[in-house]
């Protein structure tokens, strides 16, 4: 028991350990929406089918999605168990979650390898009920998901090892890897993009194998620094061998957490579909929510980065019963997320207009996106703290509330209405409706989030014993 007695996460004052681990994790995870911006932006101010190129992405965006929700639910059931095993002092176990983990890894990668080697295009045009998406934007979306899919070792051990240097308190590794992929990325975008450099004009492939490129340094390093740092994690060959009780705690606390990141991809190809649809203005709505949802990544992976730090910290005194620094933990993470969706939704919401200039539009675009970014920013201060939620459920073994939450905010209170607010207008005025689902959707699901956490409490939390 003495790693435990010894470690900061038992001891450090619970407010200045959750911003020391969330700090890290909250830049890390802005870093990763900025560059995700800057590919929109250079693929935008493209010399032909600039608009079209953010088109392509935002039809590709679901599957990218679903990539990250398959590696980070791997990554957050490691997380938390990993802590709760160090918590408990049991560094076999933590070795074995750590090495299974790995593995799983490198499972995950397979799939979506054979995904993007065979199932790509099928993909892309499914999207394209309405018959209203143009054959070029279509193509460039084949192009530029193919090469994300059959690369994407990088995004899915990253995802994976970023979250076990988080369970240990090491998120500024974590960071630091995240900011040399950023670096890389923006570096290669217009060198790919334009042909700079000597380098054959790539367009969408471009900003692609630049994103790949980025992905896979950061996956190096985060790996290097857990073999390095994490010395309370023996790295042998005997822990790779998978262990079903270890798998199946991991995705007991993963899969709720991988669920919520897939239903953002079903919520996500639904309004493609939707929006796509759309008489007059659907392949304008359809680029407009794709750069929106780059947008706001900004602001909700904040939040996100905040709900990691909860769940490593909460999890590690959960596991050591120790009642006072959970709750301290969760109104910390609660204090912190809040502060920082207040200050997002300031933010965006003065900047609208200079964001929006920011990428090359038509001005049917242009308008729509302002619209777009006013009415969705609102329900920031929802979502975040419904993310919150979430890391806390994780944390205390409520998955099937996290899941919930996510069922709620990305399916349940938005696909259904926008279907139906779809249905009765056209123009641009059915698109802003679209929007304010948004705000209604996560303002829904905060009320029910509040009161499945009042009855997690009063039976996972006030009954234990200091």
């Not at 802590?83 to 979650?97: E, I, M, N, P, Y």
């Not at 390095?228 to 957490?257: D, H, T, W």
């Not at 279907?419 to 698109?431: D, K």
Request: proline share 2%; glycine share 10%.
């Amino acid at each position: 028991m003495e790693n435990k007695g010894n470690s900061r996460l038992a001891t450090e004052p619970v407010g200045r350990l959750m911003f020391r681990v969330g700090l890290p994790s909250v830049c890390s995870m802005m870093l990763q929406a900025v560059y995700n911006i800057v590919d929109s932006a250079y693929l935008s101010n493209m010399r032909e089918a600039g608009e079209e190129a953010l088109t392509a992405l935002g039809l590709a965006f679901p599957v990218q999605l679903l990539m990250v929700a398959v590696a980070i639910g791997t990554g957050v059931g490691t997380n938390a168990l990993l802590a709760k095993s160090l918590g408990q002092g049991d560094r076999d176990k933590a070795s074995t979650v750590a090495g299974n983990a790995g593995v799983l890894g490198a499972l995950i990668f397979l799939v979506f390898l054979v995904f993007g080697a065979a199932g790509v295009p099928a993909y892309v045009y499914s999207q394209n009920a309405g018959g209203r998406i143009s054959e070029t934007v279509l193509l460039m979306a084949v192009d530029y998901l193919r090469i994300c899919c059959c690369m994407s070792f990088g995004i899915v051990f990253f995802s994976v090892y970023e979250k076990m240097l988080q369970a240990t308190g090491r998120s500024l590794y974590s960071t630091a890897a995240q900011v040399a992929g950023a670096v890389i990325n923006i570096v290669l975008d217009p060198i790919l993009i334009y042909g700079w450099l000597g380098f054959s004009e790539m367009g969408v492939k471009g900003a692609a194998y630049a994103t790949v490129a980025g992905q896979i340094v950061s996956a190096v390093l985060v790996f290097v620094f857990h073999c390095r740092c994490n010395v309370e994690i023996e790295n042998k060959m005997r822990y790779l061998k998978l262990k079903a009780s270890v798998i199946k705690e991991i995705y007991a606390i993963g899969f709720p957490a991988m669920l919520s990141q897939a239903l953002l991809t079903v919520m996500t190809y639904g309004l493609n579909i939707i929006l796509g649809q759309m008489a007059q203005v659907g392949e304008n709505a359809v680029t407009v929510y794709g750069l929106y949802c780059k947008i706001q990544q900004m602001i909700i992976f904040a939040a996100v980065g905040v709900r990691d730090a909860i769940t490593p910290v909460v999890s590690f005194n959960f596991g050591m019963k120790s009642k006072t620094r959970i709750r301290q933990g969760i109104r910390f993470g609660f204090l912190y997320t809040a502060v920082l969706m207040v200050v997002g939704t300031v933010v965006i919401e003065a900047a609208a207009v200079p964001l929006t200039r920011f990428f090359s539009l038509s001005d049917t675009t242009y308008g729509m996106c302002i619209d777009c970014i006013r009415i969705v920013s609102l329900a920031f201060l929802f979502a975040g703290l419904s993310i919150a939620l979430q890391g806390v459920f994780q944390a205390i073994e409520c998955g099937l509330q996290s899941l919930v939450i996510s069922l709620e905010r990305q399916v349940i209170f938005i696909l259904p209405v926008a279907w139906l607010i779809s249905r009765q207008v056209t123009g641009m005025e059915n698109v802003s409706a679209v929007w304010w689902t948004f705000l209604v959707g996560e303002g829904l699901t905060l009320a029910c989030g509040a009161v499945m956490y009042f009855q997690a409490s009063k039976k996972k939390i006030n009954r234990i014993e200091e």
